[in-house]
């Protein structure tokens, strides 16, 4: 599965409504993550392939969405986003953990195992 294009209304269709919801409530049935990016922007370039790959291999555990930060502004400025990639971690259990840079496929994987993926075995 590849990652998936976000604008602001999927992300309160299938993330979160930040319009009408006061707390963070996911509404998703897998964890995700959100890659803040730009067309522009070199380690964007360079870090999504890895997303890409990573989408593949666990495309039964989790979903990759990527949020172009040159067009969905109202997101970027929710999230506080000020340099980009940004990455936004988010488990099924618990509050989103955001993470700055391009990172290795290696921690991304350490991440998606210890930080993800553990909260859904949990609570199966």
């Known amino acids: 599965m590849a990652t998936i294009h976000l604008n602001a209304q999927g992300f309160k269709d299938k993330i979160f409504n930040y319009?009408?919801?006061?707390?963070?409530?996911?509404?998703?049935?897998?964890?995700?993550?959100?890659?803040?990016?730009?067309?522009?922007?070199?380690?964007?370039?360079?870090?999504?392939?890895?997303?890409?790959?990573?989408?593949?291999?666990?495309?039964?555990?989790?979903v990759i969405y990527k949020i172009d930060t040159d067009?969905?502004?109202?997101?970027?400025?929710?999230?506080?986003?000020q340099s980009i990639p940004t990455l936004l971690f988010i488990p099924l259990q618990g509050n989103p953990m955001v993470q700055k840079g391009a990172l290795?496929?290696?921690i991304l994987q350490q991440i998606i195992e210890e930080r993800l993926l553990q909260d859904a075995d949990a609570k199966k």
């Not at 707390?23 to 890895?50: L, M, T």
């Not at 067009?71 to 986003?81: D, N, R, V």
């Open 71 to 81: 067009k969905e502004m109202e997101l970027s400025s929710l999230f506080g986003i």
């Open 19 to 62: 319009e009408t919801e006061q707390e963070w409530k996911f509404k998703g049935d897998k964890a995700a993550i959100i890659d803040f990016y730009a067309d522009w922007c070199g380690p964007c370039k360079s870090i999504a392939p890895v997303l890409e790959e990573l989408s593949d291999e666990y495309k039964d555990q989790l």
């Open 104 to 106: 290795p496929k290696n």
